[in-house]
């Protein structure tokens, strides 16, 4: 079992940034490739970033590349996600979520095992 806990978000004006934070406990840290997902009002949860168990892969959807940086310190459990240059569209709850994915990096959120309670980011205009 992994209990992952978000944290850092918050009210922003657009233009600005939020770094997302991501606690993961329980089993080992790096058996898991990591993802951010969010989920808009009355919308479907979807894929944002993801990254592999050492750090070396990641991949983005294509709204937020360029603008959103994940990455991740296995030595502290945590997965990040810097987000600058936010947008009003970017407002949703973000999720993280944790993969026993081997070597590989999902966009598909089936493929994730573990989910985090979410974290709310709101985005004025």
């Known amino acids: 079992q992994v209990h992952l806990v978000e944290s850092g978000g918050g009210l922003v004006q657009a233009g600005g940034s939020l770094r997302l934070s991501c606690l993961a406990s329980g089993r080992t840290f790096t058996d898991y490739a990591m993802g951010w997902f969010r989920q808009a009002p009355g919308k479907e949860r979807e894929f944002v970033a993801a990254?592999?168990?050492?750090?070396?892969?990641?991949y983005y959807r294509d709204s937020v590349k360029g603008r959103f940086t994940i990455s991740r310190d296995n030595a502290k459990n945590t997965v990040y996600l810097q987000m600058n240059s936010l947008k009003p569209e970017d407002t949703a709850v973000y999720y993280c979520?944790?993969?026993?994915?081997?070597?590989?990096?999902?966009?598909?959120?089936?493929?994730?095992?573990?989910w985090g309670q979410g974290t709310q980011v709101t985005v004025s205009s």
């Open positions: 979520a944790a993969g026993d994915l081997g070597l590989r990096v999902a966009v598909y959120i089936g493929e994730y095992d573990y």
């Open positions: 990254i592999d168990w050492s750090g070396g892969s990641t």
